[in-house]
Structures are given as C-alpha cells and as structure tokens.
C-alpha cells in the first residue's frame, strides 16, 4: 500500500508541468474547434441557401395540369370479387393485361380527354396491300377511339390508291410516301425503321401516342383509350395458351432476336403495339437497328421485325399487355374466355396478295 502511495507520488512530480499544461490545453482545442465547425457550417449553410435560391426555380410546382373526375356513379370495385378469375390480368411486374370487364371505359374517357392529347395510328398499304385500306379505315372509325383526336398515318407507294373517305371530326387521315421493296418481308421489317424516323421527325410535334398495327384487319368491337401505356404489346392470338418451349422465338444464336429457351413471358404479335412516341421511337429504333444487324451477318430472323419485337419485349418490358380479344383471327374459333372481339384478321390469300398475279378479296 506504502508502496503505491510512493510511487503515485514520485510519478505526479515528475510530469506536473506537462499535466498542467495539457489540461489546459485541451478546453481551448475543444473550443476551437466548436468555433471553427459553428463558423464553418454557418458560411456553408449561407453558402448552400444561396446556390439552391439560384438553381430552382421556386414555381416548379404550380400550375401543374389536374385531371379532375366529375361525379359518376358505377358499381364499386370489390376486393373479393375480382371482375375476372377466368384470366390472367396482372404480369409479375404488375403490368394490366387489358380484358373486356377488367375496366371502366368511362372513367378511362373522361382522364384521357383531360389530357387533351391525341393518338397517331400507323397504317403500311404498300403494293397490293392498299386494297385493305376501305374496310380498315371505315371499321376504325366505327370502333376505334371513338371520341378521341386520331390521326390515321397511311405509309404508302401509292398516295393515289388510298380510297376517298370522309372522316369524323377531329380524325384526319394523313399520306406519307414511302418505298416500295421487292419482298413482303423487308417490306414488313422495314415498318420499324420508318416508324422510328417518323417518330423523330414529325409524331413526337402532332401526337401523344402512337398505335401501330397491320393493315390485314378490320375492326370489329371498340378498341379505346384502355390499351394505352408508356408502351404495350398484344398476346399473338395462336401462343396465348402455349409453353415457352413451344414460342415461336428466334432461336438460332447468331441473329440479335436470339431469345434463349428458359426465358420470355409471352409470345407478342407484331401486328399490334404501340405507347408515347417517345417509347415507340426506342423500341422502333433498337429492333431496326438489330434488324441491320442480324443483315450484315446474312441473317434474317424467323418471324422478321415479330422476332425482334419479341426480344425487345422480353428486355424493355411492356407496361400493357393487350389480351387477344386485341388481335383475333377467326380461324381460331370462339373460346369461352373472349368475351370480345375488337380486332380480326382479314382472310388473305398469301400467295396472290404477296405477288405479282390478280389479287381478289373476299
Ligand atoms: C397479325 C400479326 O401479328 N401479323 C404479323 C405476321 O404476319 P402477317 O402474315 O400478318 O403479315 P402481313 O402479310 O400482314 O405483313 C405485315 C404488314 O406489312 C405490310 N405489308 C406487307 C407486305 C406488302 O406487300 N405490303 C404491305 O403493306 C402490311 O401493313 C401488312 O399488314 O408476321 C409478320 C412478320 O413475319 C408481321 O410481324 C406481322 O405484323
Ligand atoms: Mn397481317
């Protein structure tokens, strides 16, 4: 115990000074320390208040359009009643996919109106496929956005063929020439590039979406402002029960459509999709540019631009999905689950509409 004492003793003389000078020392580095973060946090904050007062505008968030519902009375959604359990209606990444009962085209209308924007449809009639163009143009202006802004945008060699037909107020129907190839194929592929470069060039001034469908077809039951969306596709009437082995997807390695076997979610017809033009001028654009791809290396995919479309698809996933009653064909006979069909196929004899003899339609 003596010992400890002593020792305490003999050791606190011996470094007193620096003691002393040390716990005098360390109260005025805290304070300087205080002194200089205060200072330094206050000039920030002067600093940061005066840049941010330059960099936004105060305003931003005023004067936003509303979209305002009137008072409507329709039947309440029930959570244990789904309007269809017959069908599938929602993707794994909640995607709607569009069923006759699984909407309400009213509330739909009134939304869409307020946005005071317009839909471009794009139509290729090129060759022999302007005979299409009477029955196409007059069913759609029976069925399709009916109340809406719509522009009918004909691609064609042949301005003069596309037939006299009045349309309603506020629809235009609106001629773009273009080429003409020797195969139907490239003739269909080529719709990507020349929708992108239409897009870029003259839809993004005239219009907020664009629809984009083959012209082989005739509309038959309302197709509204439901299946529009950022971008959608339609489920191909002939794959809509089938496996994902059993999807007609590019399968060789070498072309850009090249989907491997474990992977896709539905097989897309390229007869019908669409979105803003900003969405469709992507996936035009990229299934173009892989379409010039896979023609360099001599490839042309199986289902041409459908092949591409399905591979963009499977990586750009769409944020609509179209059901069949979309895109039907007769042939395939009349399911329990199509409650709707908006839009058929018109019987084509491929032989004699794809070439050169006399073509005579049903
Ligand atoms: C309903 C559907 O999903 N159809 C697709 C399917 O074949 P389809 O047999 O329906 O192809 P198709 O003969 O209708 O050709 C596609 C489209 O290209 C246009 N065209 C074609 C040839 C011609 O001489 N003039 C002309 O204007 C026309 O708009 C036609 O609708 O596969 C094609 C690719 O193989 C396309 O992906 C189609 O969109
Ligand atoms: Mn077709």
């Given at each position: 115990m003596d010992y400890g004492r002593k020792r305490i003793r003999e050791l606190s003389s011996k470094y007193r000074i620096p003691l002393i000078f040390g716990l005098c020392l360390l109260p005025s580095l805290m304070l300087g320390y205080l002194w200089q973060a205060s200072k330094g946090s206050w000039l920030n904050s002067k600093i940061s208040l005066l840049c941010e007062t330059q960099r936004?505008?105060?305003?931003?968030?005023?004067g936003l359009p509303e979209i305002e519902l009137p008072r409507m009375v329709y039947t309440k959604p029930h959570i244990f009643k789904p309007?269809?359990?017959?069908?599938?209606?929602?993707?794994?990444?909640?995607a709607p996919i569009i069923w006759e009962r699984t909407f309400n085209l009213e509330i739909l209308n009134e939304q869409f109106r307020q946005r005071n924007t317009s839909i471009g449809l794009t139509i290729f009639a090129i060759k022999k496929y302007v005979v299409f163009l009477q029955r196409f143009l007059e069913t759609a202006e029976t069925y399709f956005m009916v109340g809406h802004r719509v522009k009918y945008y004909i691609f064609t060699?042949?301005?003069?063929?596309?037939p006299n037909i009045t349309v309603k107020e506020g629809r235009e129907i609106v001629p773009l020439r273009v080429q003409n190839y020797p195969r139907w194929q490239e003739i269909s592929m080529r719709r990507m590039e020349m929708i992108s470069h239409y897009s870029q060039q003259r839809f993004i001034h005239e219009v907020g979406f664009l629809v984009c469908v083959d012209v082989d077809m005739r509309f038959s039951d309302s197709v509204g402002v439901e299946i529009l969306s950022e971008v959608f596709g339609t489920i191909h009437p002939g794959f809509y029960a089938a496996e994902r082995q059993a999807?007609?997807?590019?399968?060789?390695?070498?072309?850009?459509a090249y989907i491997p076997r474990d992977e896709g979610d539905f097989y897309y017809a390229g007869g019908f999709f669409g979105g803003t033009v900003a969405e469709v001028y992507k996936l035009t654009k990229k299934c173009h540019e892989a379409i010039m791809a896979d023609k360099n290396k001599n490839v042309e995919a199986v289902w041409q631009e459908e092949s591409h479309l399905n591979k963009y698809f499977v990586y750009h996933k769409p944020t609509k999905i179209l059901s069949p009653e979309y895109l039907w064909d007769n042939n395939l006979g009349n399911p329990q689950f199509l409650k709707k069909k908006r839009f058929l196929a018109v019987p084509k004899n491929h032989a004699a509409i794809r070439n050169k003899r006399n073509l005579h339609l049903k």
């Open positions: 936004y505008k105060t305003d931003l968030l005023d309007p269809r359990n017959d069908v599938l209606t929602m993707t794994p990444w909640y060699d042949r301005p003069e063929a596309i999807f007609t997807y590019e399968r060789r390695l070498i072309s850009e």
